[in-house]
């Protein structure tokens, strides 16, 4: 499975795999691991809500130990992991991935989407899909990003959060 694949999944269902928002935190690490928890975890105990636990570039925020948002995080120009169980056999990968691109792969997949009007702003744009709604976060570079184009959008962030 290639990461747009991973990404396309993500966006139709809102799930990675068998993850999903809901279920504990508990099931997540009996599936990915042990995670590494947000610092504020480790100062203030398990029982600390809306902090992440990470496995490279996976991220899960809990909330009362339960998931309650599931993150992929993308470095533009540079390179990503993310565990097995979300992109099978993925060695290190190049984290950039277009709008566009992203947009084509989404429409070929038959994955409705739209403007996300509260994300989209400055040098930020951002989308929603239906009915997964499922966000994702693009953004045109910074210094730091070595990409082969200045002036398009790159994404940034995939997330689902429950309500």
């Known amino acids: 499975m290639a ?14 795999g068998p993850l999903n928002c809901g279920m504990t935190l508990a099931e997540a690490e009996n ?17 600390i809500d809306g902090y992440p636990y990470s496995w490279d570039g996976l991220r899960l925020v809990v909330t009362e130990r339960a998931v309650s948002g599931i993150w992929i995080d993308l470095w533009p120009g540079s390179t990503a992991r993310l565990p097995p169980l979300v992109l099978p056999d993925s ?3 190049d984290a950039t991935v277009l709008r566009e691109e992203l ?3 989404l429409d070929d997949a038959g994955c409705r989407h ?11 744009a951002s989308l929603i899909t239906r009915p997964a709604d499922v966000t994702a976060v693009f953004s045109l570079p910074g210094r730091d990003n070595h990409v082969p184009h200045r002036d398009r959008y790159y994404l940034d962030v995939m997330h689902k959060r429950t309500a």
């Open 103 to 105: 947009i084509a792969a």
């Open 91 to 93: 060695e290190p990968f």
């Open 114 to 124: 739209a403007v996300n009007s509260t994300l989209t702003f400055g040098r930020q």
């Open 31 to 47: 599936l990915l691991g042990p995670g590494r928890p947000h610092p504020a975890h480790i100062m203030k105990g398990p029982d």
């Open 3 to 16: 990461l747009m694949d991973a990404l396309v999944d993500f966006s139709r269902t809102g799930r990675i």
